[in-house]
């Protein structure tokens, strides 16, 4: 074989070397795609709201496939949504506490449930709050009854963190603007908390969380929001 041919053959075997290349990078990013926007999704938590189920800065893989295709949110789900209150504001973590149909009474820092078409109320037990949490649900810090009847398709929703946030209890932000409610639909909840990371400090080598010296240890499928709980009504 002469040098010429050797060099088309080179030259034909690095273009498709090449053309093979640009198809593996093709269906990556294809895969890639598809994964983000139909099944997981990496997320950053940014706020102490949820504290201390979930602290500012930790990783989160939060699924959208479950509330697509399986189940509707069910109480206690950690979900992320759209609150629709402000542009700097585009997602907010909150638990489910409150289902479609029923009555939320929020009395003296505790949380009752009267399920569908009952009056009954019977108090929330949440072992996922801090010392510090429990039993101090109020609104706007009035200790008197306090009633939300959820509609059809819509949830009530609260943070862990009960009086550093807001949430259902005053409509996200201020129940004076026109089209907020004290409720989240269900075609605004995005994502629900599958798998928790953690916080990893890259110059420390540690899960230690840098402002407030805690262990962030990635909690993976344990994580608050995947909690199995008694059926308690």
């Known amino acids: 074989m002469s040098d010429e041919n050797i060099i088309i053959e080179e030259k034909r075997g690095f273009k498709k070397e090449l053309i093979d290349l640009i198809k593996d990078i093709i269906i990556i990013w294809f895969i890639v795609i598809v994964i983000r926007t139909f099944f997981v999704l990496p997320f950053q938590i ?39 209150v402000s542009e ?55 200790r008197s009854a306090n009633i939300f009847e959820v509609p059809d398709w819509d949830y009530f929703a609260m943070w ?44 420390k080598l540690d899960f230690v969380h840098p402002d407030l010296g805690i262990d962030t240890h990635p909690k993976w499928l344990s994580s608050p929001s995947t909690h199995t709980y008694n059926d308690w009504l």
């Not at 201390?52 to 069910?74: A, G, H």
């Not at 078409?117 to 649900?137: G, H, Q, R």
């Not at 259902?168 to 798998?195: E, G, H, Q, Y």
Request: hydrophobic share 35%.
């Open 46 to 84: 940014n706020w102490q709201s949820m504290y201390q189920s979930y602290y500012d800065w930790e990783f989160i893989i939060v699924d959208r496939f479950s509330y697509r295709v399986l189940e509707n949110p069910q109480r206690w789900d950690v979900i992320v949504f759209k609150p629709h």
């Open 88 to 142: 700097d504001k585009e997602y907010f973590l909150k638990r489910i506490i409150g289902l479609p149909w029923e009555k939320v009474k929020i009395e003296d820092g505790k949380v009752y449930i009267a399920k569908k078409w009952s009056n009954d109320f019977v108090e929330l037990k949440e072992p996922y709050l801090s010392e510090s949490n429990k039993d101090a649900t109020f609104v706007s810090g009035d």
């Open 160 to 203: 862990d963190n009960r009086n550093h946030s807001t949430d259902s209890r005053t409509c996200f932000s201020s129940c004076a603007i026109p089209w907020t409610t004290n409720f989240v639909k269900l075609n605004d909840i995005t994502w629900k908390i599958l798998v928790d990371l953690g916080y990893f400090r890259l110059s």
